[in-house]
């Protein structure tokens, strides 16, 4: 992976959340779940569906990112697949269950966070973070087109 791309998300990263592994690792989950769109129907099951489509490309990418800088690689990848899950919920399930999860901050993306205990402002600074790398981490990989693929 090339050294300025990593560089560049890694500065956007420190700046605002600072150095914590933790709390860079988490806003890249939620940046990398974000980066994924979910699928244009509902399908009966989604966990299935990501990790065919998606886990192999986050897996490689987050493998080839923590070769240039230290990451915390099960809380990157375990929580990318949380984020999708949460926004697929929202998305597309409609039973009693999931509304009321999603009213009472239940949701699979929510629960996954809150399992970091961070102020308000933490948070919004780990929220602000993913959201400044996003659009450099989306077309990445997407482009990725098999698992054999180098990130550029």
Do not use: C
């Not at 690792?25 to 009966?44: H, Q, R, T």
């Amino acid at each position: 992976m090339n050294r300025q791309y990593v560089q560049d998300i890694v500065d956007a990263l420190t700046k605002t959340v600072g150095l914590d592994k933790e709390r860079v690792s988490l806003a890249m989950a939620i940046s990398i779940g974000y980066s994924m769109d979910p699928p244009k129907e509902n399908i009966s099951n989604p966990g299935e569906w990501y990790d065919q489509q998606y886990r192999w490309k986050i897996q490689q990418f987050v493998s080839e990112f923590n070769e240039r800088y230290l990451l915390d690689v099960h809380l990157v990848i375990s929580g990318a697949k949380e984020i999708w899950l949460g926004r697929f919920n929202s998305i597309f399930v409609k039973d009693r269950q999931h509304v009321v999860d999603l009213l009472t901050g239940q949701s699979t993306a929510l629960k996954f966070v809150t399992r970091y205990d961070y102020s308000p402002a933490d948070s919004d600074l780990i929220a602000q973070a993913s959201i400044l790398v996003a659009d450099k981490i989306t077309p990445v990989i997407n482009e990725m087109t098999n698992p054999d693929a180098l990130v550029k």
